[in-house]
Protein backbone atom coordinates (compact mmCIF):
# COMPACT_ATOMS: atom_id res chain seq x y z
CA UNK A 1 0.00 0.00 0.00
CA UNK A 2 1.47 3.06 -1.11
CA UNK A 3 1.43 5.69 1.75
CA UNK A 4 0.73 9.77 1.07
CA UNK A 5 1.10 12.04 3.66
CA UNK A 6 0.45 15.82 3.29
CA UNK A 7 2.12 18.47 5.56
CA UNK A 8 2.38 22.59 6.04
CA UNK A 9 -0.82 23.55 5.20
CA UNK A 10 -2.21 26.72 7.75
CA UNK A 11 -4.35 29.79 7.82
CA UNK A 12 -2.18 32.72 6.31
CA UNK A 13 -3.49 36.33 4.99
CA UNK A 14 -3.99 37.29 1.10
CA UNK A 15 -1.11 37.87 -0.10
CA UNK A 16 0.82 35.35 2.14
CA UNK A 17 2.66 32.15 1.13
CA UNK A 18 2.90 28.72 2.13
CA UNK A 19 4.92 25.68 1.59
CA UNK A 20 3.41 22.04 0.93
CA UNK A 21 5.15 19.13 1.33
CA UNK A 22 4.01 15.15 0.69
CA UNK A 23 6.12 11.96 1.51
CA UNK A 24 5.66 8.98 -0.51
CA UNK A 25 6.35 5.57 0.45
CA UNK A 26 6.26 4.47 -3.24
CA UNK A 27 9.43 2.45 -4.10
CA UNK A 28 9.34 3.51 -7.73
CA UNK A 29 8.70 6.94 -6.58
CA UNK A 30 11.56 8.25 -8.76
CA UNK A 31 9.57 7.54 -12.32
CA UNK A 32 6.06 8.72 -11.27
CA UNK A 33 4.53 11.91 -12.15
CA UNK A 34 3.27 13.51 -9.04
CA UNK A 35 0.96 16.06 -9.16
CA UNK A 36 -1.24 18.65 -5.83
CA UNK A 37 -4.85 18.14 -5.98
CA UNK A 38 -7.22 20.47 -4.36
CA UNK A 39 -10.84 20.42 -2.85
CA UNK A 40 -13.03 23.17 -1.63
CA UNK A 41 -16.26 22.57 -0.26
CA UNK A 42 -18.98 21.51 -2.70
CA UNK A 43 -16.46 21.48 -5.89
CA UNK A 44 -14.82 18.29 -7.29
CA UNK A 45 -11.11 17.97 -6.68
CA UNK A 46 -9.09 19.72 -8.44
CA UNK A 47 -5.45 19.19 -10.12
CA UNK A 48 -3.30 22.39 -9.70
CA UNK A 49 0.14 21.41 -10.16
CA UNK A 50 1.82 18.25 -11.74
CA UNK A 51 6.14 17.78 -12.36
CA UNK A 52 7.31 14.80 -14.59
CA UNK A 53 9.90 12.39 -13.15
CA UNK A 54 12.50 14.71 -15.47
CA UNK A 55 11.35 17.50 -13.19
CA UNK A 56 9.14 19.29 -16.08
CA UNK A 57 5.94 21.44 -14.45
CA UNK A 58 2.42 21.99 -15.95
CA UNK A 59 -0.07 24.25 -13.51
CA UNK A 60 -3.40 25.25 -13.86
CA UNK A 61 -4.66 28.79 -14.85
CA UNK A 62 -5.90 29.34 -11.79
CA UNK A 63 -2.23 28.66 -10.24
CA UNK A 64 0.02 29.92 -12.64
CA UNK A 65 2.68 32.12 -12.19
CA UNK A 66 1.71 31.25 -7.80
CA UNK A 67 2.55 28.20 -7.40
CA UNK A 68 5.50 26.02 -8.32
CA UNK A 69 5.81 22.46 -7.72
CA UNK A 70 9.27 20.83 -6.93
CA UNK A 71 10.62 17.39 -6.01
CA UNK A 72 13.43 15.74 -3.93
CA UNK A 73 13.71 11.86 -5.47
CA UNK A 74 16.11 10.85 -3.18
CA UNK A 75 13.63 11.77 -0.21
CA UNK A 76 10.51 10.75 -1.60
CA UNK A 77 9.32 14.03 -1.33
CA UNK A 78 6.53 16.96 -3.69
CA UNK A 79 6.69 20.20 -2.87
CA UNK A 80 3.64 23.16 -3.18
CA UNK A 81 5.40 26.43 -2.78
CA UNK A 82 2.16 28.78 -2.78
CA UNK A 83 3.06 32.70 -3.08
CA UNK A 84 0.33 35.19 -3.54
CA UNK A 85 -2.27 33.35 -1.90
CA UNK A 86 -6.04 34.19 -2.77
CA UNK A 87 -8.95 33.45 -0.79
CA UNK A 88 -10.08 31.31 -3.61
CA UNK A 89 -6.96 29.15 -2.59
CA UNK A 90 -8.76 27.74 0.27
CA UNK A 91 -9.34 24.09 -0.24
CA UNK A 92 -8.08 20.51 1.41
CA UNK A 93 -4.84 19.95 -0.33
CA UNK A 94 -3.45 16.41 -1.63
CA UNK A 95 -0.56 14.67 -3.24
CA UNK A 96 -1.11 11.79 -6.20
CA UNK A 97 1.37 9.72 -8.58
CA UNK A 98 -0.22 9.02 -12.00
CA UNK A 99 1.80 8.00 -15.36
CA UNK A 100 2.01 11.29 -17.05
CA UNK A 101 2.32 14.91 -15.91
CA UNK A 102 -0.35 16.56 -17.42
CA UNK A 103 -3.42 18.74 -16.06
CA UNK A 104 -5.40 15.35 -17.09
CA UNK A 105 -3.35 13.36 -15.01
CA UNK A 106 -5.69 10.92 -12.47
CA UNK A 107 -4.11 9.97 -9.45
CA UNK A 108 -3.80 6.11 -9.17
CA UNK A 109 -3.07 5.88 -5.13
CA UNK A 110 -5.44 6.00 -2.37
CA UNK A 111 -5.95 9.77 -1.24
CA UNK A 112 -4.09 10.56 2.23
CA UNK A 113 -5.82 12.90 4.49
CA UNK A 114 -4.65 15.76 2.95
CA UNK A 115 -3.77 19.46 4.79
CA UNK A 116 -5.79 22.54 5.33
CA UNK A 117 -5.06 25.73 3.75
CA UNK A 118 -6.96 28.56 4.14
CA UNK A 119 -6.57 32.15 3.26
CA UNK A 120 -8.12 35.23 4.81
CA UNK A 121 -9.46 38.32 3.26
Known amino acids: QVQLVESGGGLVQAGGSLRLSCAVS????????MGWYRQAPGKQRELVAVISNGGSTNYADSVKGRFTISRDNAKKMVYLQMNSLKPEDTALYYC???????????????WGQGTQVTVSS
Open 96 to 110: NAGISASLRMVGEYS
Open 26 to 33: ESFFSIRA
